[in-house]
């Protein structure tokens, strides 16, 4: 590859558009281009490495949180995008975690019903678990979740229900629909409805190990890109 490039022969490489590549200079993910004399940008190699590390950042943390980053590696700041790094690494770390305690609990919750109902209010279970009240009161609509009422027409949430509200969590994490995550909720109020719920956890855990090494892709390319003199490439002011 030459040093100096057009926006046409650095899209080639990936399959883009010479816009694509203008698009993602003027967004900041890639550095400014210098010019030449009659105005056509230049890109360079730190720009071919720039633009490798964003398209695999995107699918190792969603493509907002790699636009942090590139326009922190971008700005020099990078101290602050290793750190936006670090918070996807332990997201993840998070999720597996979650994972594997849902795993282990619910075929035993879903086999044997929990004994009585509890009486956490809306705002109690919504602490509990991390949501927003509203986002209870979607699911419901959704029909994940089946509180009772009291007498005074408050929501009541039982033990099943605070069973089905972490399952939705966990499940939403893992960017499943509700139509989705209602058809599993409903399998698991059911006696022996755990194959559906296996099926969508299973799923998951692909889809982590997946997030998992295209981190690891991602890390050397971002290696590639900070191991590059700024002087290749302009930074933007």
């Known amino acids: 590859m030459s040093k ?13 558009s010479a816009q694509a590549i203008r698009n993602y200079e003027a967004d900041g993910v890639l550095p400014a281009a210098p010019r030449t004399a009659s105005g056509y940008r230049v890109y360079t190699e730190r720009h071919a490495a720039a633009l490798r590390a964003f398209l695999a950042l995107v699918p190792a943390f969603g493509h907002a949180t790699a636009r942090t980053i590139m326009r922190a590696i971008v700005r020099g700041e990078i101290d602050a995008a290793l750190r936006t790094i670090d918070a996807g690494h332990a997201l993840l770390l998070r999720d597996r975690e979650t994972l594997d305690s849902v795993e282990i609990a619910v075929p035993v919750a879903a086999e ?28 419901e609509v959704a029909g994940i979740l089946t509180p009772s009422r009291d007498r005074t027409g408050q929501r009541v949430y039982g033990a099943d229900d605070v069973r089905d509200a972490q399952l939705a969590h966990l499940l939403r994490r893992g960017g499943y629909r509700l139509d989705h995550i209602a058809t599993v909720a409903a399998r698991v109020r059911a006696s022996g409805g755990t194959e559906a719920l296996a099926d969508s956890l299973a799923q998951w855990r692909e889809r982590l190990t997946a997030r998992g090494r295209a981190m ?6 971002v290696d590639e890109l900070l191991s590059r003199s700024p002087a290749e490439g302009s930074p933007r002011p």
């Open 112 to 139: 044997t019903p929990p004994p009585g109902r509890g009486n956490l209010q809306i705002g109690e279970l919504a602490h509990r678990i991390g949501v927003t009240p509203a986002t209870l009161r979607t699911w």
């Open 216 to 221: 690891l892709t991602a890390a050397a390319r």
């Open 4 to 16: 100096s490039q057009r926006p046409v022969d650095l899209a080639r490489e990936h399959g883009l």
